[in-house]
Nanobody, 126 residues
Framework: QVQLAESGGGSVQAGGSLRLSCAHS????????MGWFRQSPGKEREGVAAINSIGTKFYQDSVKGRFTVSQDIDANILYLQMNSLKPEDTAMYYC????????????????????WGQGTQVAVSS
């Protein structure tokens, strides 16, 4: 059973930065596609960024140029560097993992991922 643990959330002012981390429990991390999702109260969970099992990166249009997804494969850690944060980025952020390859057309669908972390809260004030 894969376990995912997010950290790094917090409260910042608009324009600030945060770096989220997600620790993956398995040594076979490199075989997984990994994603970052977020959810605000009353809204559906949405894909923010992802790296699939061959290293291709994907971003939601609203975060392109501001957020960067990366990974340390040796340490089994996924990162999300978030710069120029906006109040609309306020949400609970979740890390997700899918065994194997996630196709580009499906990277942002929560149903494509089998394992989920508990989430870390990000709050951006104006």
């Amino acid at each position: 059973q894969v376990q995912l643990a997010e950290s790094g959330g917090g409260s910042v002012q608009a324009g600030g930065s945060l770096r989220l981390s997600c620790a993956h429990s398995e040594s076979a991390y490199r075989r997984y596609s990994m994603g970052w999702f977020r959810q605000s109260p009353g809204k559906e969970r949405e894909g923010v960024a992802a790296i699939n099992s061959i290293g291709t990166k994907f971003y939601q249009d609203s975060v392109k140029g501001r957020f960067t997804v990366s990974q340390d494969i040796d340490a089994n850690i996924l990162y999300l560097q978030m710069n120029s944060l906006k109040p609309e980025d306020t949400a609970m952020y979740y890390c997700a993992a899918a065994p194997g390859y996630v196709y580009p057309a499906g990277w942002s669908r929560p149903s494509a991922y089998q394992y989920w972390g508990q989430g870390t809260q990000v709050a951006v004030s104006s």
